[in-house]
């Protein structure tokens, strides 16, 4: 957990490059829609924003 934790949200996106899934592993290829964390304010360079699957992320989205 945590400070940024709260300031993250889900966005639906098409992806320009190539992507893994955070929670399955499965590769999101080009032109594919997934889901991304997204937060407003710039976090440390630490900080690491995940991308789903869409069938993955759709469990986490709003």
Known sequence: M???DDLKYIIK???KIQHSCHQCG???EVG???YKE???VKPSPN???REFYEK???TLAP
């Open 2 to 4: 945590t400070k940024y």
């Open 13 to 15: 996106m098409k992806a």
């Open 26 to 28: 499965k590769y999101i």
């Open 32 to 34: 594919e829609l997934y």
């Open 38 to 40: 997204k937060i407003d």
């Open 47 to 49: 900080f690491i924003l």
């Open 56 to 58: 993955c992320g759709s």
